[in-house]
Structure formats: C-alpha cells, structure tokens
C-alpha cells in the first residue's frame, strides 16, 4: 500500500501496487519520492512523492 500526499492540497490518498522488473522509470524533474519517517517496518512503508513541478501527475 501507498500514501500519497499532494503537496498542493491537504488530501492523502492510498493505493494498492504491484511489483514491477524495472528499477528506473518516468525520471521528471522537479518529483521527488522519499520514505516518511518512522514509517519504515516489515509490514510496509510511508512514500512520499514531493512533486514541485507545474504539472499533474497520476
């Protein structure tokens, strides 16, 4: 599971994921992604995705 926050409004939103076999994909500039602290565990962990950019991403 995902948190995602969205720097530009107060909402957060939790999305199921599955695995992929690529290790580097959609490299934008201005999105950053970065573990929430304290959230790190073996049952999951917290992203947050810092998008500083002019565009909307999904």
């Not at 720097?7 to 939103?13: G, P």
């Amino acid at each position: 599971m995902l948190e995602v926050q969205n720097s530009n409004t107060s909402s957060t939103k939790y999305i199921n994921l599955e695995l992929t076999k690529y290790e580097t994909i959609n490299n934008l500039e201005g999105v950053t992604m970065r573990i929430k602290t304290g959230t790190l565990s073996t049952e999951g962990v917290s992203i947050i995705f810092d998008n500083k950019s002019d565009n909307e991403f999904t």
